[in-house]
């Protein structure tokens, strides 16, 4: 624009040209990282967004905590060429479901507070419960096929594998992959193979962020050997 001005003898001026932008519009914001659906146990986690704009005055990463839960706090983003990013400790978050706000304001006053991902925080390993074999059973050369059952819960996340860890008393040990039937994980294997001798078969359970329960085990022993029978000496009639 121009300023002409006139005074009272018709003398004119005029300023040289000046510019202005008139901006009515958010800054465009996309997030980037993590995806949305996301799930996460410990240690530092790059959050990344994408904002365009021609003057940014300023980007945060604004944390819910679990609404209702723990305290929502705001993280500084900083800029890489039109990239934002801020590396977030994850011990500052309460486990549950997480929602992120990418709070981007340009240096006229248009805020940007629609985008956002959602993701999970879980650092508590399965709960699993033995189902079948009861503790301290006996198993013998004709037991066969036993199943061995558990059920595990977790109330974040799916499971991601379950192992049935056999120690096969003076065996060999080793590991059965369990089939999942709503919550209920068996396998099936015979009794009449293993070792004689005591055993411990323990479940270890794994969620999709590496939370594992190895805590729950079951005892039961396996006997070939006949009882021992000794005869004592018969009085005549």
């Known amino acids: 624009y121009l300023v002409y001005g006139n005074d009272t003898v018709n003398t004119f001026g005029m300023t040289s040209i000046r510019n202005v932008t008139i901006d009515g519009t958010v800054p465009a914001v996309t997030v980037v990282n993590p995806i949305n659906g996301s799930s996460f ?11 365009l704009e021609r003057s940014i005055g300023s980007v945060l990463f604004s944390f819910d905590n679990v609404t209702g839960s723990g305290i929502a706090f705001n993280v500084t983003a900083t800029n890489h ?15 549950g479901r997480q929602v992120m706000t990418v709070l981007a304001n340009d240096s006229v006053g248009n805020y940007n507070r629609t985008s956002i991902v959602q993701f999970i925080v879980d650092r508590t390993a399965p709960l699993v419960v033995y189902v079948t074999p009861t503790a301290e059973r006996n198993f013998s050369i004709s037991s066969s096929n036993q199943t061995f059952n558990v059920t595990v819960r977790d109330a974040l996340l799916t499971i991601d594998s379950v192992l049935f860890s056999f120690d096969n008393s003076t065996g060999a040990g080793f590991n059965i992959s369990a089939f999942n039937s709503s919550g209920y994980w068996s396998v099936s294997y015979n009794a ?24 729950v085990n079951v005892t039961f022993a396996v006997d070939f050997t006949a009882p021992a029978v000794t005869l004592g000496s018969l009085n005549n009639g």
Do not use: C, K, P
């Open 81 to 95: 060429s039109g990239n934002w990013n801020a590396n977030v400790d994850l011990g500052r978050l309460q486990e």
């Open 41 to 51: 146990s410990s240690g530092v986690q790059a959050f990344n967004a994408t904002v």
């Open 192 to 215: 009449s193979t293993l070792a004689e001798g005591n055993h411990v078969v323990t479940v270890i359970v794994n969620d999709t962020v590496g939370n594992y329960n190895r805590t």
